[in-house]
């Protein structure tokens, strides 16, 4: 082996602890989902836990205020979606059977006219499931409560991680400074420019999404919001955050929105006509964020592809379950700066050249 091969097997030295990096994640995945979410919490509260500990506030106050904020917004959040699942499955269970009559009677003759294909309900087995599975909130709630004794060991687990985040949380804010500063001092003298350069650009890509995207779903949720009252709809208000938060899947938060919409305005309104104006907020609002609030506030630094994106998501979910999907658009732009790294280095190899 020429000493050039072995200089350019040298350079790519860190692809042994990347591997054995990954294999290690996938293998502890069971219980690292809330030790990672937690992280990701601590990365974005962490300006503000700093900001107040210049201002003479301690970190460890900080960082309970901090963790109060989040709270305050997870229970203000689900105070305002919780009502939307109640009334709109009511709702549901009221007006299915006169819209599934009006299916029968009006658009499957129109079906057969139309294109020859005769299709038939049977509506009595139909209302029949409706009684049984939508008989308002209370009904419903029974039927999830007794669901849950199948599933009760993955739920057991599922709320040991959700109690264990606040606990990483809090430790991760106050000791951020000091373990920060014991990783760089653990990172090999030999590579630590390149180490320190490498986690440089992977925080600004990080601050950049993470923090761009909040300002995204924010603006996309009032517009929404603001959108859907103008258009007269009832659940304007969860509706419109449901789809501002989604808006960093694409294309996925807006087709769960637009559906929410026309299901609700369906159930309000009592002609087709209704459901138009709410179409065309959703058509607007698809222009405005993919034309200027996306690429004004986060722009095509991170450079992630529309099906790299959802293979994150589907990947990260398979993994690590719930929290996986949370974590797999941060995690997956830390790992495209890995990626040009290594292409890089690859480009500049005899492996390449040669």
Known sequence: MTPKILAEANNLWWLVPAALLLALLYFLSPILAPFLFAAILAYISNPAVSWLAR???????????????????????????????????????ERLPGLLLQINDQLLPWIKARFGVELQFDLAALMN??????????????????????????LLGFVVNLLLVPVVLFYLLRDWDSLLARINALL??????????????????????????????????????LGLWLAGLEFALPIGIITGMLVFVPYVGMLTGLLLATLAALMQFPGVNGVIPVWIVFGIGQALEGML??????????????????????????IFGFFGVLLALPASAALLVGLRHLGRQY????????
């Open 55 to 93: 201002h003479r506030v301690r970190r460890a106050l900080g960082a309970v205020l901090a963790m109060l904020v989040l709270a305050g917004l997870l229970v203000l959040l689900l105070l305002i979606l919780l009502p939307l699942f109640v009334k709109e499955t009511s709702l549901l269970s």
């Open 129 to 154: 499931l409706i009684h049984q599975n939508l008989q308002g909130a209370d009904g419903l709630g029974m039927k999830l409560l007794a669901s849950l004794k199948i599933g009760g060991l993955a």
């Open 188 to 225: 090999p003298r030999r590579w630590h420019w390149q180490l320190t350069s490498i986690a440089r650009e992977i925080d600004a890509v990080l601050a950049e999404f993470l923090r761009g995207q909040i300002a995204v779903m924010l603006l996309m949720s009032l517009f929404y919001v």
């Open 293 to 318: 609030v996306t690429p004004l506030l986060v722009g095509k630094r991170i450079g992630l592809h529309p099906v790299a994106v959802i293979f994150a998501l589907l990947a990260f979910g398979q």
């Open 347 to 354: 480009l500049d190899s005899s492996l390449y050249k040669k």
